[in-house]
């Protein structure tokens, strides 16, 4: 919600969402009410796993925002739309030009529980698909545009299915042009699905899930297990921070940021839990003392999360890997070094931890041992 | 005397001396040494944030260690110490741990003396002066 109004100052803005707080506590400030608001709505979207914040400008006016993850009731599908169950986790990369499309499909996607990474034109993509092939974690779709500078959607998935390494990655192109020779031979060739823009929500899962449903072609042997994948998703990594401490939270996801990470943060393990149903976070940062539910219980409702999704699918699909039924890595934030500590953490299902105050040296390690380094882009095309 | 460590957060925090906790803590130094990260993280808005906080824990000081409210006490302790480190100003740490454990001690003579040095901290930085907790 964005307004023109008088606006609040950075020194104000720190008590807004506070309860009982307003900008102008004088007894003599035109403006009424008791200050309750804010606290309440950041409340009530703190509980539903959601963030809200402002960003002002003294005179110029606001702009209020807030964010909350839903995820899709299993047993209340609409019927006419499609069960995205499939596409959960799945790693996707989405190629357009067009930065607006990126972000829908970004959204959409992340909606959805995939592992979405973007690229702006072919070349770009080519490169990360070699590195991600690389890396031991393949893009399993390919949702590219056709029009883009330099090289196309139609040379790109050219370039896939020619690439044995890539034979697993399946291709949906996207076209406003609607029918062409082009997208007529790739289609007849079955190289790729084409879909025309602007894409329905609905259609694209649908298709997404109809493509992944298909056997890999003969002779090319399933990815390996997440578990057993060396996994890098290095910068492009996604992180949930869980700290209750606000100064702590900022602290450390300005320490991320730093090192090139892009992390969401919530205010306990119960919020923690909430999110980790819809996003396939790379890492979790898991305080140990919080109120409401600490890191430690936390950590077993997720462990026990993760063996039901993977049950599930295994009687879904007994004879396929489910990378998407991975095990989310926890690294705990303690504030004792004692001994003990870290046989409680190990208990709980937490795989690593780091002590308070957290040392920007101390995370970097933490990370690269879990998701390994950043490595420079390749030379050399798969 | 020497001064205690005199800013934290690349300039941002001001101690008024040594005088302020060592008498309590005669080894807070040492100990806040090894609690010392780099703290470039902490700008002005963290500094203000955590100046809110603590002015809101020295409230709850000011009703928990009259009424003996250990538990209310250490709620407060653990925010200090978790929190110090973090925004560069170890000590506070090291104060948080000391009102931890003499609240677990009932030992509130102490607590009071503890939380009265926070209250000087927070005025030496800037916090509104409040009556002693």
Redesign the interface.
């Known amino acids: 919600m964005r307004d023109t109004g008088i606006g609040i100052s950075r020194e104000q803005v720190g008590c807004l969402f506070k309860a009982f707080s307003q900008v102008d506590g004088s007894t003599t400030r035109r403006q009424g009410g008791t200050g309750l608001g804010l606290a309440i709505s950041r409340r009530l979207i703190e509980l539903m796993g959601g963030r809200i914040g402002v960003e002002s400008v003294p005179g110029a006016g606001s702009t209020f925002w807030f964010e909350i993850p839903f995820p899709v009731a299993e047993d209340q599908q609409r019927p006419d739309q499609p069960d995205t169950t499939l596409l959960q986790g799945v790693r996707v990369l989405i190629v357009d030009d067009n930065e607006t499309n990126r972000l829908i499909l970004d959204r959409q996607t992340l909606a959805w529980g995939m592992s979405a990474e973007m690229a702006a034109d072919g070349a770009r993509a080519w490169e990360m698909l070699g590195r991600a092939l690389r890396d031991g974690c393949p893009f399993r779709l390919l949702l590219t545009d056709m029009m883009m500078p330099g090289m196309d959607g139609a040379e790109l998935i050219r370039r896939v299915k020619a690439d044995p390494g890539l034979a697993a990655t399946r291709a949906i192109l996207m076209t406003s042009i609607g029918r062409s020779t082009i997208t007529d031979r790739l289609r007849e060739s079955g190289l790729a699905h084409c879909l025309t823009k602007p894409v329905k929500r609905a259609l694209l899962a649908e298709i997404m899930v109809r493509v992944l449903k298909e056997l890999p072609p003969e002779g090319v042997a399933p990815g390996p297990s997440a578990a057993a994948m060396p996994r890098k998703p290095i910068l492009g990594a996604r992180l949930l921070l869980v700290e209750d401490n606000p100064v702590n939270q900022k602290v450390t996801l300005r320490q991320l940021q730093t090192l090139g990470y892009r992390a969401d943060a919530v205010c306990n393990g119960m919020e923690a839990v909430v999110v980790l149903r819809t996003i396939p976070y790379d890492l979790v940062l898991m305080d140990c003392q919080m109120p409401e539910m600490d890191g430690y219980e936390a950590t077993r409702r997720i462990r026990a999360m993760e063996e039901r999704r993977r049950e599930q699918l295994t009687r879904m699909e007994p004879d396929r890997p489910h990378p998407e039924s991975r095990r989310v890595p926890v690294v705990a934030i303690t504030a004792h070094a004692m001994s003990g500590d870290r046989e409680r953490c190990v208990e709980a299902g937490m795989d690593d931890y780091i002590t308070k105050p957290v040392r920007i040296e101390d995370l970097k390690d933490v990370l690269v041992r879990w998701l390994g380094a950043e490595e420079l882009p390749p030379k050399e095309t798969p | 005397m020497k001064d205690a460590h005199p800013a934290g957060g690349d300039g941002l925090w001001q101690a008024p001396g040594g005088d302020l906790w060592r008498d309590l803590i005669p080894d807070i130094d040492e100990r806040a040494a090894r609690?010392r990260?780099?703290s470039?993280?902490?700008d002005?808005?963290?500094r203000?944030?955590?100046m809110?906080?603590v002015r809101e824990a020295l409230a709850d000081l000011r009703r928990s260690i009259p009424a003996g409210d250990a538990m209310a006490v250490r709620r407060v302790a653990?925010?200090f110490?978790?929190?110090?480190?973090?925004?560069g100003v170890?000590e506070i740490?090291i104060l948080g741990e000391a009102l931890s454990a003499a609240a677990r001690a009932a030992d509130w003579g102490r607590c009071a003396d503890l939380a009265e040095r926070l209250r000087r901290w927070h005025v030496a930085n800037g916090g509104e002066a409040s009556g002693a907790p």
């Open positions: 609690k990260v780099d470039s993280a902490v002005e808005e963290v203000a944030m955590f809110d906080q653990h925010m110490q978790g929190t110090g480190g973090a925004v170890p740490t």
